[in-house]
């Protein structure tokens, strides 16, 4: 068996959900690194763009930021903030978008908080909030999120929400007036959850080795159907190999 790390069996998990074609907004950190590896393992004709308007971006070198000069290494367009998020609502190309998100909660329906812990007046702590999140949840076609398994992250009410999932159900998105789409993954250091096509509620989809199904919902402060899930693949050596020496050579993010 390969020796790897969760940081690293994340990302290639994360990279595995993302086909060719794929127009993929990223951020900063594992997001960023998650494409790469899709762009270099198993989606060499995925596309990769940022909020600060790199279209098509090379990405020779894992960059620090969404800012970092190297996105817009042979990119195939450099424009700002306006043209990114132009792409997410252009009918060309708004359909192949995923994006990939983070967040502080989570509740069963994928709906996300970034800005607060507690009341929204008086936080225990305050996040630096949407940033594009709220955007990217709204109008892309799939998201994948990253989130750590704890019972506090994973909520049965949110303390604000920040970013659409599903909302309050099915017709959740079209009673808000909200394009199709929606989350598509969640990934965590501990498993893979999916939603329900007609519920739209979060289901286990898939454990790591070395944890059951029971460990996650003990995670978790609502339950999930556990009943379809089965465990994960680890990361083949050849993926291990991409990672590591292709992608992030230096271990900024690894």
Do not use: W
């Amino acid at each position: 068996m390969n020796n790897y790390t969760l940081k690293e069996m994340m990302t290639l998990v994360a990279a595995r959900e993302i086909r060719n074609g794929d127009i993929v907004f990223c951020g900063t950190g594992i997001s960023m690194l998650a494409v790469m590896a899709a762009k270099n393992i198993n989606a060499p004709q995925s596309v990769i763009f940022f909020e600060t308007g790199a279209i098509d971006s090379k990405l020779e070198d894992l960059p620090l930021a969404v800012g970092d000069s190297r996105i817009m290494y042979q990119a195939s367009s450099n424009g700002g903030l306006l043209d990114a998020f132009a792409t997410m609502q252009n009918r060309f190309t708004g359909e192949r978008i995923v994006g990939i998100l983070g967040a502080a909660q989570i509740d069963i329906y994928g709906n996300l908080n970034s800005t607060v812990l507690g009341d929204y007046h008086e936080p225990s702590v305050r996040f630096a909030g949407s940033g594009g999140a709220c955007d990217v949840a709204s109008f892309v076609s799939r998201s994948i999120i990253f989130m750590k398994q704890e019972k506090q992250k994973f909520k049965i009410k949110l303390d604000y929400l920040t970013s659409p999932g599903y909302l309050d159900g099915p017709d959740g998105r079209e009673n808000a007036g909200l394009p199709k789409g929606g989350p598509h993954r969640v990934i965590t250091n501990m498993g893979v959850m999916g939603f329900d096509d007609k519920t739209k509620r979060m289901f286990l989809e898939g454990y790591y080795p070395g944890v059951t199904p029971e460990d996650i919902l003990e995670k978790m402060e609502f339950e999930i159907d556990i009943s379809r899930a089965g465990e994960v693949l680890p990361p083949t050596l050849a993926e291990l190999t991409l990672l590591r020496e292709k992608c992030d050579p230096h271990r900024l993010i690894l």
